[in-house]
């Protein structure tokens, strides 16, 4: 059996994290989040110098068909101060970024089995001002529509009632998780100013008895079993070991008889803490039976994976899979 984890102590990388959205929001405020603390959660800012060694360009135009491609760059995108305000970006990179978007999202278009990007983009928090067949498309929700057909795999036509998220960012995957399964409430687990980031924008889209934002310290108050579905993309591995078996120990706690899907650096070093983790060295809990681990689509350096929680008496946390 691990000892109960720390949950109140964030990691140096989420700390340093943390200090920066915080100076973002004094000097920007939330109405402009997509625009600067986005970049900072799963939102990819593209770069010509990096272009070359970008696996996620190479993987785009590999699976574009090249009258997509050309349709892509034909056309014609606002690249101007006005639509872009608050971006210091040149005209080039912005061009980049809207025709990387406009791939990924035609890319999502042909592998979204729930209907996500019938959604609408959210005109709240101010996203990049990039428009495809008629209408604001943005990279966020083309990436949550591949993750949430992952998702839907792992559910096996399952209809979830309860779902958590650690670490959300702005809310990006509850907004879709949350339209996908409308009689689903919806509580994250993250840090300050990012939770209080998320509950600002979740709670002007859906009603709030939807909806609990919880900080880590107080992740131990949820309650046993109940979850049907337990979400983490991009967040363990910017946490310390004993944190991601924490967190881990917790999904197995709360979400007996449920799934678990994760998105995360196949392998990463943390900078701030030293701290070097791969996706296979995850303490997957004993009981946990996986359905599928694959690299992710379009951001291959990530794999994705999920299992179901067999249904026990209990929940014997600190067995784990070797």
Same mark, same amino acid.
């Given at each position: 059996?691990?000892?109960?984890?720390?949950?109140?102590?964030?990691?140096?990388?989420?700390?340093?994290?943390?200090?920066?959205?915080?100076?973002?929001?004094?000097?920007?405020?939330?109405?402009?989040?997509?625009?600067?603390?986005?970049?900072?959660? &799963?939102?990819?800012?593209?770069?010509?110098?990096?272009?070359?060694?970008?696996?996620?360009?190479?993987?785009?135009?590999?699976?574009?068909?090249?009258?997509?491609?050309?349709?892509?760059?034909?056309?014609?995108?606002?690249?101007?101060?006005?639509?872009?305000?608050?971006?210091?970006?040149?005209?080039?990179?912005?061009?980049?970024?809207? &025709?990387?978007?406009?791939?990924?999202?035609?890319?999502?278009?042909?592998?979204?089995?729930?209907?996500?990007?019938?959604?609408?983009?959210?005109?709240?928090?101010?996203?990049?001002?990039?428009?495809?067949?008629?209408?604001?498309?943005?990279?966020?929700?083309?990436?949550?529509?591949?993750?949430?057909?992952?998702?839907?795999?792992?559910?096996?036509?399952?209809?979830?009632?309860?779902?958590?998220?650690? $670490?959300?960012?702005?809310?990006?995957?509850?907004?879709?998780?949350?339209?996908?399964?409308?009689?689903?409430?919806?509580?994250?687990?993250?840090?300050?100013?990012?939770?209080?980031?998320?509950?600002?924008?979740?709670?002007?889209? &859906?009603?709030?008895?939807?909806?609990?934002?919880?900080?880590?310290?107080?992740?131990?108050?949820?309650?046993?079993? $109940?979850?049907?579905?337990?979400?983490?993309?991009?967040?363990?591995?910017?946490?310390?070991?004993?944190?991601?078996?924490?967190?881990?120990?917790?999904?197995?706690?709360?979400?007996?008889?449920?799934?678990?899907?994760?998105?995360?650096?196949?392998?990463?070093?943390?900078?701030?803490?030293?701290?070097?983790?791969?996706?296979?060295?995850?303490?997957?809990?004993?009981?946990?039976?996986?359905?599928?681990?694959?690299?992710?689509?379009?951001?291959?350096? &990530?794999?994705?994976?999920?299992?179901?929680?067999?249904?026990?008496?209990?929940?014997?946390?600190?067995?784990?899979?070797?």
């Amino acid at each position: 059996m691990t000892e109960p984890p720390s949950f109140s102590e964030p990691s140096l990388f989420w700390q340093k994290l943390a200090e920066q959205h915080a100076a973002d929001l004094d000097r920007y405020g939330l109405d402009t989040i997509k625009r600067h603390q986005a970049l900072r959660y &799963f939102t990819w800012r593209w770069s010509w110098s990096a272009l070359r060694e970008s696996r996620q360009m190479r993987f785009l135009l590999k699976h574009s068909p090249p009258g997509t491609i050309a349709r892509c760059m034909r056309e014609p995108a606002d690249l101007s101060d006005q639509a872009w305000e608050g971006v210091e970006w040149s005209r080039r990179e912005r061009w980049l970024y809207v &025709f990387a978007t406009r791939l990924l999202w035609e890319y999502a278009r042909k592998h979204d089995s729930l209907n996500v990007l019938s959604l609408p983009e959210p005109e709240l928090g101010s996203p990049l001002p990039v428009h495809w067949r008629g209408r604001l498309i943005s990279q966020d929700l083309a990436n949550t529509a591949l993750e949430i057909r992952a998702i839907a795999r792992a559910l096996e036509g399952e209809q979830p009632h309860t779902i958590v998220e650690v $670490g959300a960012g702005y809310g990006r995957t509850a907004y879709a998780l949350l339209h996908a399964f409308p009689d689903a409430t919806y509580t994250i687990v993250d840090i300050e100013p990012a939770l209080a980031i998320s509950k600002w924008y979740l709670e002007q889209l &859906f009603p709030p008895d939807r909806l609990r934002f919880i900080r880590p310290e107080l992740a131990e108050s949820l309650p046993d079993l $109940g979850t049907d579905l337990a979400v983490a993309v991009s967040s363990l591995h910017e946490m310390t070991s004993d944190q991601v078996a924490g967190y881990l120990d917790l999904f197995d706690r709360v979400a007996t008889g449920g799934r678990v899907y994760l998105k995360q650096w196949q392998h990463w070093t943390n900078p701030e803490d030293g701290i070097t983790l791969d996706f296979d060295e995850y303490p997957i809990p004993a009981g946990w039976r996986p359905l599928f681990d694959e690299p992710a689509p379009v951001q291959t350096n &990530f794999r994705q994976a999920a299992w179901s929680i067999e249904n026990r008496a209990g929940s014997a946390t600190g067995a784990r899979q070797t």
